[in-house]
């Protein structure tokens, strides 16, 4: 009897610690935020897409996520004109673009977005058509955070959020 009663108790114990582990254990999310908006997502690389002002032509950065801000990876682009990167190295052709490696460290990303341009967030293979989701020329900020998994369940995930 004094056994079960024993049993019971480290049991409650053991879900005890594991319950508060869970409440206060953290995740690394990138946080989307503007004035009115904010939403997570947790994926480790993405990418932001445009059409370039100059070149009229798309533009794609490839960004993997750090602990503490972004690396920009990558660039892809059709043409080289204003704004081509100048530290890198062009590693192939794919599709008609020419891809530019780098390595260049952000702490955080602000990025305006525009209906004109068709900013577009890429995550997972899925874009996200954003510039149909905000006023014109609207600035997104792009941080990484730590959250505790309980926050994720009462925050917004981006992937829902930007469905399209």
Known sequence: MMSKIVNKISFLIVLGVLALALLFAQTRVVVVKSDDFECYFKDKNFELSWIHSVEKQDWIEGYRVEKDGF???????????????????????????VIYDTDI????????????????????????????????????????????????????????????
Not at 78 to 84: E, R, Y
Not at 149 to 162: D, G, P, S
Request: aromatic share 14%.
């Open 71 to 97: 690396t920009l990876i990558s660039s892809k682009f059709k043409t080289f004109g204003a704004g081509v990167p100048s530290d890198g190295n062009i590693t192939k052709k794919e599709e008609g673009f």
């Open 105 to 164: 460290k952000l702490h955080e990303i602000n990025w305006i977005v525009s209906q004109n341009v068709n900013s577009t967030l890429n995550i997972n293979n899925k874009s996200f058509k954003v510039y149909k989701h905000f006023d014109e020329y609207s600035e997104l900020h792009f941080l990484v955070k730590k959250l505790p998994f309980w926050k994720l369940y009462i925050k917004e995930n981006c992937h829902a959020r930007l469905h399209t």
